[in-house]
């Protein structure tokens, strides 16, 4: 979920009462003014008297959020994303059990700097998971690793594909798994990550 609030917007040589959404990695302006720019893009961000400030291309942009929202917002402005290794828990020292076939340039990225390993004492279990088949497969091979690692089951989006989440979520607290968290990992993948309750 994003951030939104109803504003006084300065944009360029326009002012107007505006809705602005902040989102995860856009800035969407509705109302008199609408704009949607990629948070990436913005330039020059700072506060000064409940303003947030900051350029836009060539806008200069202001926005009367008040104080508080004002500093919030420049904070999330100016901090980058976590990389998709953070969102999954990937750290040096990770010890990877990897099942299923990982494809996607982000999902590669992730994992290259942690070697994955076919021991028993493993950490984190990635599976990628298109098919039940492949489900029951994970859950098979999970008895065989000595700590109860949490699992990412990462599978493709839309509504159109043969496993899909809510499948994946009733057949694991089936199984005796909890789902804490989920992570979208690109645009055809997403991700949900399970433990084992103890």
């Known amino acids: 979920m994003g951030r939104e609030a109803n504003c006084d917007c300065h944009w360029a040589d326009q002012t107007a009462p505006c809705k602005v959404l902040l ?65 999954l828990g990937i750290l040096p020292g990770t010890r990877l059990a990897l099942i299923g076939e990982i494809e996607g340039e982000e999902l590669k990225t992730a994992i290259a700097g942690t070697a994955s390993t076919e021991s028993r004492e493993v ?45 994946i979520r009733s057949t694991l607290r089936h199984e005796g798994f909890i789902d804490t968290k989920i992570a979208s990992v690109s645009q055809t993948l997403t991700a949900l990550r399970f433990i084992k309750r103890s």
């Not at 690692?149 to 159109?160: D, E, H, L, N």
């Open 123 to 167: 950490t984190l279990i990635l599976a990628l998971v298109k098919t039940r088949e492949d489900l029951n497969y994970v859950l098979d091979r999970y008895p065989t690793y000595t700590s109860n690692p949490p699992i990412w089951t990462i599978y493709p989006k839309g509504t159109k594909q043969p496993l899909g989440e809510s499948e």
């Open 23 to 87: 989102e995860t990695h856009e800035l969407i302006v509705r109302g008199a003014i609408r704009r949607s720019v990629p948070i990436a893009s913005l330039t020059e961000v700072s506060v000064r008297d409940g303003d947030l400030i900051f350029r836009a291309g060539d806008d200069e942009v202001t926005l009367s959020l008040g104080s508080t929202l004002a500093q919030s917002w420049a904070k999330k402005l100016t901090t980058p994303p976590p990389t998709l290794a953070a969102k």
